[in-house]
């Protein structure tokens, strides 16, 4: 057996990560709250867990030995780092994980260090988006703080009835 890769998630869009580790020569244990996850047909072994519930991570990753933890989206990064830590395995490490899966966070640091970034305001609640659209202007888009992967949540806004 090769070594034993733990891959957080099975979608559809995971599936192309799950026959490349394989093709690789690694053994892939992929774990996925869907029973019926799509990925799971092309894996050594599969877990019916949420990969993104990082006690399950680390409690998988440690009994079933694993050689690496792989995140295939933002909402496993912070459950893959923080296994990866506890076990001393390759890693972003856990303080970088949820810098960069909170977007609120990641830009602020990127215009602490001069990285030159789309004009933005952070806001919490209805009113402060709306004093954000009077400083901006239309259009304006909305993107939530953590989204976990892909661009869930964000939107375009076109004008106040929108």
């Known amino acids: 057996m090769g070594k034993k890769l733990l891959i957080l998630g099975a979608g559809n869009s995971h599936v192309p990560i799950i026959k490349t580790a394989k093709r690789m020569g690694l053994y892939t244990i992929v774990m996925d709250k869907n029973p019926n996850a799509p990925g799971f047909e092309f894996c050594d072994k599969k877990i019916k867990l949420d990969g993104g519930n990082q006690d399950h991570v680390l409690k ?9 933890v792989l995140a295939t989206g933002d909402y496993a990064v912070i459950p893959a780092a ?5 076990l001393g395995l390759a890693t972003i490490g856990l303080k970088i994980a949820m810098l960069v899966t909170n977007k609120g966070k990641l830009f602020t640091k990127f215009a602490r260090n001069g990285i030159p970034l789309p004009r933005r305001i952070i806001v919490i609640d209805y009113k402060e988006s709306l004093k954000a659209v009077k400083e901006i202007g239309f259009p304006i888009i909305l993107k939530p703080v953590y989204s976990f992967g892909a661009s869930r949540g964000v939107i375009r806004v076109n004008n106040y009835d929108e």
């Open 60 to 68: 998988v990753a440690k009994n079933l030995k694993v050689d690496g």
């Open 82 to 86: 923080y296994a990866s830590e506890k």
